[in-house]
């Protein structure tokens, strides 16, 4: 059973008393654009894989059928703590190959684009990270049923939520044996100390045996996100950047073995003949300017958008294939303009009223009977964001790009 979905509403009441908390005390408070996209890479993210753990568990069950060197029983309350351990032990070295192979690394640096710290960032998750799974074929060769694989591998997410938050400090002992919020802060860290430092998920014990340990240190604050800034909220591109970077380096590189290498080697590997030029790790964060109204029609817009993605999500099996890809593209479509909204881009406003349009259209064409509830949905949308958009047009004010 995958436990995630049941904790979603507690994530989001979470980050609403973290929020609420920072206001009161000043201190780490939200800010919107970063806030708002990394929440949107976690909606993304169930949008394009919300079948991805159990489809991957029970593909490697059929691949290994009969071919197990044990057969464990789900009724059994060891094998259960065997299997939350042994696939932690896992997530350790899918995590830390994330970090040091560009193959991987290219979908795991989704999660570390925020420039904050703090619960918004533990949702903001990657919609490519498919290899990674193949670190946990151990486990389904020793004979660990797949449901109980789901299961603590959904706990195992839940729990890193938790650490991602700078209002906790330390938790003495417990220092030496869990990730907390203190040594989770450091993974996130670029500072050239704290980077490719403590992978583990649920225990530290790992880096502490397997030499990956670095202790947050109060004379070396925290800097957070990648080295080589994203400067931008859109979730496509943040999920594309270093796939096409890695492509654009291939072709640039001198040697052919460098350009077949270079995915297994860590992003900071810079092959002969593609650019030499290092990154600032102390740039200034990426806040680009936009109105009040920008940002009020953003926040209410982005909600909105999140509840339409979870009924689509929600009539899946009720909707043909094609409904769903074109829902689900409307969906994404609707989160890149919000994003291109805080970027302060020129093409934004035209896009977004396009794109609202073209969603009506979808809405009262397309759609099949048994996705009434969808189309109504999109048309109040439609309603909602033109009329914001059309009194506030004047008022806004956009960079030029």
Known sequence: MNFVPYAIPFFILAILVEFVYARMTGRYPYRLNDTVSSLT?????????????????????????????????????LAWIAAFILYDLCYYFSHRYGH????????????????????????????????????????????????????VGSLNLIYQFWVHTEHVRRIGFLEYILVTPSNHRVHHAKNP?????????????????????????????????????????????????????GFKDMAAATHWKDKMLLWFKGPGFKPEG???????????????????????????????????????????????????????????????????LLEGKRYAFPFEAARMIGSGLVASVVLSQAAVAIAGLVVSLVVVSLGVLFFGKKQMTLEQA
Not at 51 to 60: E, M, P, Q, S, W
Not at 103 to 130: C, D, K, P
Not at 293 to 321: D, E, N
């Open 41 to 77: 890479m976690g909606t993304v993210s169930r949008l394009m894989g919300v079948v991805r753990l159990g489809l991957t568990a029970f593909l490697f069950e059929w691949l290994i059928d009969g071919r197990t060197l044990l057969i464990i029983s789900t009724e059994s309350a």
């Open 193 to 245: 100390c704290y980077i490719d430092r403590n992978y583990g998920g649920v225990f530290i014990l790992w880096d502490r045996l397997f030499g990956t340990f670095e202790d947050e240190r109060e004379n070396e604050p925290c800097v957070y996100g990648i080295t080589e800034q994203l400067n931008s909220f859109n979730p496509v591109w943040a999920n594309v950047h270093v796939y096409l970077q």
């Open 274 to 340: 593609t650019d030499q030029e290092p990154h600032d790790w102390q740039a200034p964060k990426f806040d680009p300017e936009v109105t009040l109204l920008v940002k009020r029609y953003t926040f209410v817009h982005f909600w909105l958008m999140v509840i339409a993605t979870f009924v689509v999500l929600g009539f899946q099996h009720a909707i043909s294939p094609l409904e769903l890809y074109l829902l689900a593209g409307l969906c994404l479509a609707g989160f890149c303009s919000l994003g291109w």
């Open 100 to 151: 040091e192979w560009r193959i991987l690394w290219a979908a795991h640096v989704a999660h570390h684009q925020s420039e904050e710290f703090n619960l918004s960032t533990a949702l903001r998750q990657t919609s490519t990270g498919y290899l990674n799974a193949i670190f946990y074929v151990p486990l389904y060769l020793i004979g660990f049923p797949a449901e109980m694989l789901i299961a």
